[in-house]
């Protein structure tokens, strides 16, 4: 039996953008973990003061691609330069559509000759597994994430990722003896409870880490061992509450929607994907709702990921990509910091009968897959915000956002503009609500200090490109 294409499912829509608000999808979900361990405060708290572990074994999919063709189909779809990139390397890899909006973007490991592992959203891995469906030069062994497959407890690989100032004190322990100097984005191999891990040196919130994977079978013991080892130096184990909460301090934009939905060239992509597709389940929400797809499309300038674009060869978008970086004018990535008083006005609606504005959720406030609210100033829209959710850290509820160029300065005094338009969709996590506006003010991205000086230090962004 032919499953529907999605082209094929799109062309009985009237409307891309509507039909997308109202899917019957939430936010991604983070399975196989309690949603707490302790209480998602001290969990946050963890990640900046002693150190915590994430198991990040269920809720991404990953891509291992193979063979000798594997270099040049990869360096075909990625804005990145491929050059000096060596194994036991990693990068953020970034692909975009021929008109030059971003597909999504996952963390690429280079474990050894002509073997690479792509780990991530799905629309990303979708894209590459498309564009290798021809090639004999190349394999692709696709392991889909827990909440999309029959056999849950059937993963290749397991991922952990310890971090936090005491993070390489409980390496050192577990290792039995000095944790090994990596820089940022580098690989190696160690030896945790008898079993051989693969170790990324990595990091989020600005603080130091370890992202530790290896054979789905070995994951209990390496765990235990580090659970074990984390004790005496306070670590804390992270739930799916606190999790997606991570990244309002790192100011990863961890949502773009893929930029597939339109567009001539990327016609057989659409074709080629089915009804049972991420993107076809993809959910968008927020106050942004002018019936347009096309609004939602991000460009890599958008994200921060302009320094990654290297024209030192050819790949999907590069003519695109040129003509917006001789405009030379872009939006720029920002956190917004909402005021403290204006957000307890907004709360204190849910005392009331009526009129309540839309529910916030602790710590991660994001309601759909695809959040995208509008951000304004003096009433004239200035940009979007795209994630948003509370920091016990900073004591806060931060965004992340994108703004014009003009109105990115921080110190900025803007509006959120928060719930969706006339009652809201559909989608079952949303009640109904009036809008509100909320006062924040433009702020440094990562939010954090300590996460914007170890970037700094870290030279993440070579470390992408």
């Known amino acids: 039996m032919t499953v529907q294409s999605l082209e094929s499912l799109l062309s009985g829509v009237d409307n891309i953008a509507n039909f997308l608000r109202n899917q019957q999808a939430g936010p991604n979900v983070y399975p196989g973990v309690l949603p707490e361990y302790s209480n998602w405060r001290d969990e946050q708290w963890g990640w900046q003061n002693t150190c915590v572990l994430f198991n990040q074994s269920y809720h991404m999919a990953e891509l291992m691609v193979e063979g000798p063709g594997a270099m040049e189909l990869l360096n075909g779809l990625g804005i990145n330069s491929f050059k000096g990139f060596v194994p036991d390397r990693a990068k953020q890899f970034v692909p975009c559509t021929h008109d030059g909006y971003v597909i999504g973007d996952v963390i690429l490991f280079y474990l050894a000759e002509n073997t690479f592992n792509l780990v991530g ?67 190696c191999w160690m030896d945790i409870a008898g079993k051989k891990v693969h170790a990324l040196r990595h990091g989020m919130a600005g603080q130091p880490g370890y992202e530790l994977m290896g054979p789905w079978a070995d994951g209990p013991a390496v765990h235990a061992a580090l659970v074990a080892a984390g004790k005496k130096h306070g670590m804390r184990l992270v ?96 956190t917004l910091a909402l005021d403290s008083d204006s957000v307890l006005n907004e709360m204190g609606t849910m005392f009331d009968k009526g009129n309540r504005a839309k529910f916030f959720e602790f710590p991660s406030a994001v309601y759909s897959m695809h959040p995208f609210d509008l951000v304004k100033h003096n009433g004239e829209v200035v940009g979007v915000s795209t994630w948003i959710g509370y920091s016990a850290n900073e004591g806060k509820m931060l965004t992340l956002a994108i703004l014009d160029e003009e109105f990115a300065e921080p110190g900025m005094e803007v509006d959120l503009v928060w719930g969706e338009p006339n009652g809201g969709s559909t989608k079952p996590t949303v009640e109904p609500h009036v809008q509100v506006e909320i006062s924040a003010v433009v702020s440094p991205v990562p939010y954090a200090e300590v996460a914007r000086k170890s970037y700094a230090d870290a030279g993440w962004r070579k470390a992408a490109d």
């Open 239 to 334: 739930g799916g509450r606190a999790y997606s909460s991570n990244t309002l301090e790192s100011g990863w934009i961890p949502s773009p929607l893929p930029a597939i939905y339109t567009g001539a060239a990327e016609k057989p992509y659409r074709e080629w994907l089915t009804v049972n597709h991420y993107e076809a389940k993809a959910s968008i929400g927020g106050s942004l709702d002018n019936g347009n797809v096309e609004d939602y499309y991000l460009t890599p300038w958008d994200l921060g990921y302009g320094p990654f674009v290297k024209f030192d060869h050819d790949f999907i978008g590069r003519a695109a990509l040129e003509k917006m970086a001789a405009a030379g004018k872009h939006r720029k990535k920002v």
């Open 121 to 187: 959203r799905a629309p990303t891995l979708n894209w590459v597994m498309f564009h290798a469906k021809d090639r004999t030069d190349v394999t692709l062994t696709y392991d889909e994430r827990t909440a999309a497959r029959p056999d849950p407890e059937n993963r290749r690989h397991y991922r952990y990722q310890i971090q936090g100032p005491n993070a390489e004190a409980v390496m050192a322990d577990v290792l039995g003896g000095t944790a090994p100097e990596l820089k940022f984005f580098h690989m």
